[in-house]
């Protein structure tokens, strides 16, 4: 991906050169955004180093300073109950690098993408999921929105966050000459926006909660922790089952929904309340905004990447279209 960029071994043995000497880095395949590097130190610590090259071009306007956001996220969240990896090191002074760098200790576990579960194990982990959405949501933001300054994405409200994060994807496809149905987007809100007045408390949501950013254990099926939260935003839990299932169009899974509410989550409760499945739809559509848009601004491979801006375009006219038949509250 065209976000990428190379990092020799002696530039990042200089940027790690506080947490120690580096005897082995393997580049860690399978991201779309990052380079992440896991390294062992001289001493048998493992850790994993994301890079993110300076240049903003190809970046959402969501995704500026995501890099400090996923170290703030890491640390907001130590102690919740939520399995996270510490913060080892950052370095955002670029004396070293033309790029920003975060350190986090190597999780256990192993990715749960991929990972081949029989239809009772998989429930099984997807309660364990909701579980750990109950946890995290619990953990208060102080604002809504998105935490990097860099962005300019937050606000007093909900309604008015969500708003801006709208505003500011439509703004970077009109920037690269994407077509999106902008002014039936804004229609819906409009219309809509009342239902995003009763998001009073602003939860930490990871919105990227699939499976390759969860490490399980599997013998017990445990969560052991997750990865990747620099797109974290303050905001209504709800958007978090948008997150985890980006190209989804069902309800929702019903045993992430038992797990959540076994925890002492909101999910399931919040979904049923008179305006749930409305923001459940306003949030299809921001996730959707983003995945048409991305593939022009990052430069996906053509082929590969014209079924994934189809596949999100569709599931935009859905729920446009759902929100449009649908009476205001």
Known sequence: ????????????STVLAPLGDVVEAEVLTGGFFATA????????????AKIVGADTTRLCTYELG???TEALTYRMLDGSGVPVPAV???DFTRAAIDADVVVAE???GVPWHGLELDDEAAARVRRNLGALMARMHRVEGPMFGYPAEEAGLTAGTWREAYRLMVEAILADGARWDVELPAERVRQVIATHGRALDGVARPAVVHTDLWAGNIFIDPETLEIMGIIDTERTLWGDPLHELVGADQFGTQPPDADLLAGDAAAGGVLARELASPTGEIRLQLYRVYFSLILATERTIRG???EWGEGYEQGARANLERALGLLEATAPV
């Open 1 to 12: 991906m065209l976000t990428k960029i190379a990092v020799d071994d002696a530039l990042l």
């Open 66 to 68: 995501l890099l400090g």
């Open 88 to 90: 080892l090191h950052t």
């Open 106 to 108: 190597h999780l256990p």
């Open 300 to 302: 996906y491979d053509a």
């Open 37 to 48: 590097v896991r390294v062992t130190f001289a001493d048998g610590r493992r850790a994993v």
